[in-house]
Nanobody, 117 residues
Framework: QVQLVESGGGLVQTGGHLKLSCVTS????????MSWYRQSAGSERELVAKITTNGVTTYAASVKGRFIVSRDNDLDTLYLQMNSLKPEDTAVYYC???????????WGQGTQVTVPS
Protein backbone atom coordinates (compact mmCIF):
# COMPACT_ATOMS: atom_id res chain seq x y z
CA GLN A 1 0.00 0.00 0.00
CA VAL A 2 1.53 3.26 -1.14
CA GLN A 3 1.48 6.07 1.41
CA LEU A 4 2.72 9.64 1.28
CA VAL A 5 2.98 11.81 4.38
CA GLU A 6 3.82 15.51 4.08
CA SER A 7 5.13 17.76 6.80
CA GLY A 8 6.82 21.12 7.24
CA GLY A 9 4.05 23.54 6.44
CA GLY A 10 3.23 26.54 8.60
CA LEU A 11 2.86 30.28 8.86
CA VAL A 12 5.74 32.40 7.59
CA GLN A 13 6.16 36.07 6.79
CA THR A 14 6.78 37.43 3.32
CA GLY A 15 10.36 36.77 2.32
CA GLY A 16 10.71 33.85 4.67
CA HIS A 17 11.41 30.21 3.92
CA LEU A 18 10.06 26.75 4.66
CA LYS A 19 11.12 23.23 3.78
CA LEU A 20 8.45 20.64 3.09
CA SER A 21 9.06 16.92 3.35
CA CYS A 22 7.14 13.95 1.96
CA VAL A 23 7.97 10.53 3.32
CA THR A 24 6.79 7.63 1.18
CA SER A 25 6.28 3.94 1.82
CA UNK A 26 4.95 0.90 0.02
CA UNK A 27 6.88 1.44 -3.19
CA UNK A 28 10.42 1.50 -4.55
CA UNK A 29 10.76 5.24 -4.14
CA UNK A 30 13.76 5.70 -6.39
CA UNK A 31 11.82 4.38 -9.42
CA UNK A 32 8.96 6.90 -9.18
CA UNK A 33 8.58 10.36 -10.64
CA MET A 34 7.69 12.69 -7.78
CA SER A 35 6.01 16.06 -7.78
CA TRP A 36 4.70 18.84 -5.56
CA TYR A 37 1.34 20.41 -6.29
CA ARG A 38 -0.54 23.16 -4.49
CA GLN A 39 -4.11 24.29 -4.24
CA SER A 40 -5.25 27.65 -2.95
CA ALA A 41 -8.81 28.49 -1.97
CA GLY A 42 -11.09 28.69 -4.98
CA SER A 43 -8.42 27.50 -7.40
CA GLU A 44 -7.55 24.27 -9.10
CA ARG A 45 -4.61 22.19 -8.00
CA GLU A 46 -1.48 23.19 -9.89
CA LEU A 47 1.93 21.66 -10.45
CA VAL A 48 4.69 23.39 -8.52
CA ALA A 49 7.73 21.21 -9.19
CA LYS A 50 8.64 17.79 -10.48
CA ILE A 51 11.71 15.59 -10.18
CA THR A 52 12.37 12.53 -12.28
CA THR A 53 14.04 9.31 -11.24
CA ASN A 54 17.40 10.62 -12.41
CA GLY A 55 17.03 13.99 -10.76
CA VAL A 56 15.86 16.18 -13.62
CA THR A 57 13.70 18.99 -12.24
CA THR A 58 11.04 21.25 -13.68
CA TYR A 59 9.24 24.16 -12.04
CA ALA A 60 6.20 26.31 -12.49
CA ALA A 61 7.14 29.75 -13.76
CA SER A 62 5.76 31.33 -10.59
CA VAL A 63 8.26 29.53 -8.33
CA LYS A 64 11.30 29.11 -10.55
CA GLY A 65 14.38 30.56 -8.90
CA ARG A 66 12.75 30.51 -5.45
CA PHE A 67 11.82 26.86 -4.85
CA ILE A 68 14.05 23.80 -5.05
CA VAL A 69 12.75 20.24 -5.31
CA SER A 70 15.00 17.37 -4.28
CA ARG A 71 14.83 13.75 -3.27
CA ASP A 72 16.71 11.41 -0.98
CA ASN A 73 16.33 7.92 -2.36
CA ASP A 74 17.93 6.39 0.73
CA LEU A 75 15.32 7.98 2.99
CA ASP A 76 12.40 7.57 0.54
CA THR A 77 11.73 11.27 0.97
CA LEU A 78 10.85 14.15 -1.32
CA TYR A 79 11.62 17.75 -0.34
CA LEU A 80 10.59 21.23 -1.38
CA GLN A 81 12.76 24.10 -0.21
CA MET A 82 10.72 27.28 -0.51
CA ASN A 83 12.55 30.61 -0.34
CA SER A 84 11.48 34.23 -0.72
CA LEU A 85 7.90 33.28 0.04
CA LYS A 86 5.08 35.51 -1.11
CA PRO A 87 1.42 35.79 -0.09
CA GLU A 88 0.46 34.19 -3.40
CA ASP A 89 2.30 31.04 -2.32
CA THR A 90 -0.36 30.47 0.32
CA ALA A 91 -1.94 27.09 -0.40
CA VAL A 92 -2.20 23.49 0.66
CA TYR A 93 0.83 21.68 -0.74
CA TYR A 94 0.49 18.06 -1.86
CA CYS A 95 3.05 15.42 -2.57
CA UNK A 96 2.36 13.39 -5.73
CA UNK A 97 3.76 10.05 -6.83
CA UNK A 98 3.42 8.49 -10.27
CA UNK A 99 3.92 4.78 -9.80
CA UNK A 100 6.67 3.34 -11.94
CA UNK A 101 4.85 0.06 -12.70
CA UNK A 102 1.39 1.13 -13.83
CA UNK A 103 1.37 4.92 -13.76
CA UNK A 104 -1.16 5.12 -10.93
CA UNK A 105 -1.17 8.46 -9.14
CA UNK A 106 -0.98 8.77 -5.38
CA TRP A 107 -1.42 11.85 -3.18
CA GLY A 108 -0.49 12.80 0.32
CA GLN A 109 -2.91 14.46 2.72
CA GLY A 110 -1.46 17.93 2.16
CA THR A 111 0.27 20.48 4.35
CA GLN A 112 -0.85 24.09 4.72
CA VAL A 113 1.52 26.94 3.90
CA THR A 114 0.35 30.44 4.82
CA VAL A 115 2.14 33.66 3.94
CA PRO A 116 0.06 36.61 5.22
CA SER A 117 -0.22 39.69 3.05
Amino acid sequence: QVQLVESGGGLVQTGGHLKLSCVTSGTDFRRNVMSWYRQSAGSERELVAKITTNGVTTYAASVKGRFIVSRDNDLDTLYLQMNSLKPEDTAVYYCNLKHWINGDIYWGQGTQVTVPS
